[in-house]
């Protein structure tokens, strides 16, 4: 794997701008010392701030240090909220693709955890998936993606995956 490495901009960045309503850290960390979720907050402002160069190096960092499949789940998310929005560049397409379909299949795996159990969640890899698949016209995906959803009453799009499937199948006809 090769070295990720910030400039130090970036550094300064990451110190003094991307702290919210905190203080600028005066802890001397460098990013790559961050831990995967403080990556990840970093993560959301450098998204906010459009710098996606720097957000993709703080994403690859956060996602080599997850080692739990609930943080690996929010980085995924952290990266569809990065790349989701450039979908239609030809380099960046399977690429959200590939982050939505590794969300879909882990939220499989992770769903049943005692965390999850109790809430109504957003996973809005589903819909972003089912979005793609529609415009590539893929419509057998599409329709699976949502037949997945309906049956899974944790998802917060369930009801509106489940609202697509009548003409997806339609359009299958």
């Not at 952290?78 to 960046?92: G, N, S, T």
């Not at 690429?95 to 809005?124: A, G, H, M």
Request: with cysteine; charged share 35%; glycine share 2%.
């Amino acid at each position: 794997m090769k070295e990720i490495t910030f400039t130090p901009e970036e550094e300064r960045y990451a110190r003094e701008e991307a702290t919210g309503s905190f203080p600028p850290r005066k802890d001397g960390k460098k990013i790559a010392d961050l831990s995967e979720k403080a990556l990840q907050g970093l993560a959301s402002y450098t998204i906010a701030a459009k710098k996606y160069d720097f957000s993709e190096r703080v994403l690859t960092l956060a996602e080599e240090k997850c080692s739990d499949p609930i943080d690996l789940h929010y980085c995924y998310l952290w990266w569809i909220k990065l790349l989701y929005p450039r979908r239609d560049d030809p380099e960046i397409r399977p690429r959200v693709r590939d982050y939505c379909e590794k969300d879909v299949c882990l939220w499989q795996t992770i769903r049943n955890d005692q965390f999850f159990r109790r809430y109504v969640i957003s996973v809005p890899s589903f819909t972003k998936l089912v979005q793609l698949n529609i415009k590539d016209g893929n419509i057998p995906e599409a329709l699976r993606i949502c037949r997945l959803a309906a049956n899974d009453e944790l998802l917060k799009e369930r009801e509106t995956l489940m609202g697509k499937i009548p003409s997806l199948e339609k359009k299958l006809k």
